[in-house]
């Protein structure tokens, strides 16, 4: 075997076993950050067999940072903000606050610095942004009100641990300095402020003209590599440009190029491209996470461990649930916000890494961090079970408390009609064509934007993932005759087929596919046909050829 194959024994191990753990617990109904979190472990120090190398893991998570924070920035929405503002900003505030000063008072009584207390505290204060989505996704309350309100408060949580994580390297300099000597706080403060007007100032008149402008180029030459190249080079160009030019974290860089690739009108081809490369590398970044926790700290400080989960939980949970009731919000959203804010996450981690390399976190924090995400985790899913049970019970007996919510577009009560899966290009043109002939028609798709524009234009729309159960139930599939899946993702189409064919037999379902083994994989779970977009476009092509007077001789000759 060849010698310096750290990096390629990490990477191969270390995503293999991600897979094997995510997948085992997605299937316990847990988020597979749980099984990423438990692969690290395995392949960390603190547990016997193969150790993988620290040092490479810990690069490898820098780019994940990366990735994960350019991802932040490319769905960052203003507008979720603005709709929600007047309970998400104040409400995240306070339960930002209550939860930082908690964490601080369990650190106090641990003996820590005032310092480090704080960072341990903010490191409990800020929920996961997958985990809530997912969640909320789930149960298809990602365009209710109260699934805006957890958004809106989770995108201000957000910004807040952006700055924090500009800010955290003066604190730490200020505290410690050279050679143990304190620096000056102001001047610090005040230097790294300028430095971070000069770059948002870069940012917004230069970065803002130059990144639209530089993917509609690359786009027009109809390079799809060259296309994904370009946003990975902007997303870790910028990251680093930020960095090495203007002192500011990997982190804010990448947020930034993410944040103005948005104002692109091909944001969703960035998205959508960069997307498998951004999910491996927040995979390693989680098995880099799951590397420097030792496990041994669940039984060695079993009280510590119950302290974060009551911090997770009073200044979190019982803050937001507080603050909803405050503002007269109706029970069941003000408990569906406070479920979603009972865990901690990805900006957990970054924050808890970064303080224990300033070293204004000490490594028992660190632990006591990532053993309160992997406990909340895994309890967040029976929490909205519960709070699931508690609402089909209500609507059992007799609702009590209506929640107010907009009119969601046109309305969802047809029969007849066809179940378009993805409005996107393919979608989009399909819908229209079905309508122009009289066909009464239904979309779900997974893109806000997508959704609205079908609201826009007199169509039905769901939002959501058409695998979820509560996705397909809310399209009536039991009315409608027939099913187009029009996105490009073979295995969640199959998913939706199967789950389709189960609810109504007699459905005819439709699918989109590219390759021969996708046609075999969705007729396998319960289509009727496939398209296959490239053999299409050849006969298409062909029935043109032969349409012209050289060869219309041929075409009679060619049976049909």
Same mark, same amino acid.
């Not at 617990?25 to 620290?54: C, E, M, N, W």
């Not at 998205?271 to 098995?287: I, Q, T, W």
């Not at 109706?330 to 979603?340: E, F, G, I, K, R």
């Not at 089909?392 to 007849?416: C, D, I, K, T, V």
């Given at each position: 075997?060849?010698?310096?194959?750290?990096?390629?024994?990490?990477?191969?191990?270390?995503?293999?076993?991600?897979?094997?753990?995510?997948?085992?617990?997605?299937?316990?109904?847990?988020?597979?950050?749980?099984?990423?979190?438990?692969?690290?472990?395995?392949?960390?120090?603190?547990?016997?067999?193969?150790?993988?190398?620290?040092?490479?893991?810990?690069?490898?998570?820098?780019?994940?940072?990366?990735?994960?924070?350019?991802?932040?920035?490319?769905?960052?929405?203003?507008?979720?903000?603005?709709?929600?503002?007047?309970?998400?900003?104040?409400?995240?505030?306070?339960?930002?606050?209550?939860?930082?000063?908690?964490?601080?008072?369990?650190?106090?009584?641990?003996?820590?610095?005032?310092?480090?207390?704080?960072?341990?505290?903010?490191?409990?204060?800020?929920?996961?942004?997958?985990?809530?989505?997912?969640?909320?996704?789930?149960?298809?309350?990602?365009?209710?009100?109260?699934?805006?309100?957890?958004?809106?408060?989770?995108?201000?949580?957000?910004?807040?641990?952006?700055?924090?994580?500009?800010?955290?390297?003066?604190?730490?300099?200020?505290?410690?300095?050279?050679?143990?000597?304190?620096?000056?706080?102001?001047?610090?403060?005040?230097?790294?402020?300028?430095?971070?007007?000069?770059?948002?100032?870069?940012?917004?008149?230069?970065?803002?003209?130059?990144?639209?402008?530089?993917?509609?180029?690359?786009?027009?030459?109809?390079?799809?590599?060259?296309?994904? %190249?370009?946003? @990975? /080079?902007?997303? *870790? #160009?910028?990251?680093?440009? !930020?960095?090495?030019?203007?002192?500011?974290?990997? =982190? $804010?860089?990448?947020?930034?190029?993410?944040?103005?690739?948005?104002?692109?009108?091909?944001?969703?081809?960035?998205?959508?491209?960069?997307?498998?490369?951004?999910?491996?590398?927040?995979?390693?970044?989680?098995?880099?996470?799951?590397?420097?926790?030792?496990?041994?700290?669940?039984?060695?400080?079993?009280?510590?461990?119950?302290?974060?989960?009551?911090?997770?939980?009073?200044?979190?949970?019982?803050?937001?649930?507080?603050?909803?009731?405050?503002?007269?919000?109706?029970?069941?959203?003000?408990?569906?916000?406070?479920?979603?804010?009972?865990?901690?996450?990805?900006?957990?981690?970054? %924050?808890?890494? @970064? /303080?224990?390399? *300033? #070293?204004?976190?000490?490594? !028992?924090?660190?632990?006591?961090?990532?053993?309160? =995400? $992997?406990?909340?985790?895994?309890?967040?899913?029976?929490?909205?079970?519960?709070?699931?049970?508690?609402?089909?019970?209500?609507?059992?007996?007799?609702?009590?408390?209506?929640?107010?919510?907009?009119?969601?577009?046109?309305?969802?009560?047809?029969?007849?009609?066809?179940?378009?899966?993805?409005?996107?290009?393919?979608?989009?043109?399909?819908?229209?064509?079905?309508?122009?002939?009289?066909?009464?028609?239904?979309?779900?798709?997974?893109?806000?934007?997508?959704?609205?524009?079908?609201?826009?234009?007199?169509?039905?729309?769901?939002?959501?993932?058409?695998?979820?159960?509560?996705?397909?139930?809310?399209?009536?599939?039991?009315?409608?005759?027939?099913?187009?899946? !029009?996105?490009?993702?073979?295995?969640?189409?199959?998913?939706?087929?199967?789950?389709?064919?189960?609810?109504?037999?007699?459905?005819?379902?439709?699918?989109?596919?590219?390759?021969?083994?996708?046609?075999?994989?969705?007729?396998?779970?319960?289509?009727?046909?496939?398209?296959?977009?490239?053999?299409?476009?050849?006969?298409?092509?062909?029935?043109?050829?032969?349409?012209?007077?050289?060869?219309?001789?041929?075409?009679?000759?060619?049976?049909?």
């Amino acid at each position: 075997m060849h010698h310096d194959t750290d990096l390629i024994t990490l990477i191969a191990v270390g995503l293999a076993l991600a897979f094997v753990l995510g997948t085992i617990a997605h299937k316990l109904r847990l988020s597979p950050l749980v099984g990423y979190l438990v692969a690290g472990i395995i392949t960390g120090p603190y547990t016997p067999g193969f150790i993988a190398d620290q040092a490479l893991a810990t690069q490898l998570s820098e780019i994940g940072v990366m990735l994960l924070m350019f991802g932040v920035g490319l769905h960052f929405s203003l507008d979720d903000l603005l709709e929600v503002k007047a309970i998400a900003i104040p409400g995240a505030i306070v339960q930002i606050t209550v939860a930082t000063l908690l964490g601080w008072g369990l650190a106090w009584t641990m003996g820590w610095p005032t310092l480090d207390g704080l960072v341990f505290g903010l490191a409990l204060s800020v929920a996961s942004t997958v985990v809530v989505t997912r969640a909320l996704e789930e149960r298809r309350q990602l365009d209710t009100l109260r699934g805006r309100i957890a958004i809106g408060w989770l995108i201000v949580e957000d910004l807040v641990m952006v700055l924090a994580l500009v800010l955290l390297p003066v604190l730490a300099q200020a505290g410690h300095g050279e050679a143990g000597e304190r620096s000056p706080l102001l001047p610090l403060l005040g230097w790294t402020l300028l430095k971070l007007c000069l770059f948002v100032t870069f940012m917004l008149v230069i970065g803002k003209r130059a990144i639209p402008w530089t993917l509609e180029r690359v786009a027009r030459t109809g390079q799809r590599e060259l296309f994904t %190249l370009s946003v @990975l /080079g902007i997303a *870790l #160009g910028v990251a680093f440009g !930020a960095a090495a030019l203007f002192g500011v974290s990997f =982190a $804010l860089g990448a947020f930034f190029a993410g944040m103005l690739l948005n104002e692109s009108e091909l944001s969703h081809k960035a998205a959508a491209d960069s997307l498998p490369l951004r999910d491996a590398f927040a995979v390693l970044f989680f098995v880099a996470v799951g590397m420097l926790f030792n496990p041994a700290i669940l039984l060695e400080q079993p009280w510590q461990v119950l302290g974060v989960l009551l911090v997770i939980y009073g200044g979190q949970s019982l803050v937001a649930f507080g603050v909803m009731r405050l503002y007269r919000q109706p029970m069941d959203s003000s408990l569906t916000v406070a479920a979603s804010l009972s865990q901690i996450g990805e900006f957990s981690f970054i %924050l808890a890494a @970064l /303080g224990l390399g *300033l #070293g204004i976190l000490p490594k !028992a924090g660190h632990d006591l961090v990532l053993a309160g =995400a $992997l406990v909340s985790i895994i309890l967040n899913p029976l929490l909205f079970a519960l709070l699931d049970r508690r609402q089909s019970r209500q609507l059992a007996e007799a609702p009590q408390e209506a929640e107010p919510e907009p009119l969601p577009g046109p309305s969802l009560e047809l029969e007849g009609h066809a179940i378009v899966i993805g409005y996107g290009r393919v979608g989009s043109e399909l819908a229209e064509v079905l309508r122009e002939r009289g066909v009464p028609v239904l979309i779900i798709d997974a893109d806000r934007d997508h959704v609205q524009r079908a609201h826009e234009r007199g169509i039905p729309g769901i939002r959501g993932s058409a695998a979820a159960d509560k996705v397909l139930a809310e399209a009536h599939p039991d009315k409608a005759t027939i099913a187009i899946l !029009a996105i490009p993702q073979p295995l969640e189409a199959g998913e939706a087929i199967a789950k389709l064919r189960a609810t109504n037999p007699t459905l005819t379902l439709l699918a989109r596919a590219h390759s021969d083994a996708e046609v075999r994989h969705l007729l396998e779970h319960g289509a009727d046909g496939a398209v296959m977009a490239e053999r299409e476009l050849a006969h298409s092509l062909a029935e043109m050829v032969l349409s012209t007077p050289p060869y219309r001789a041929l075409r009679r000759t060619i049976p049909a």
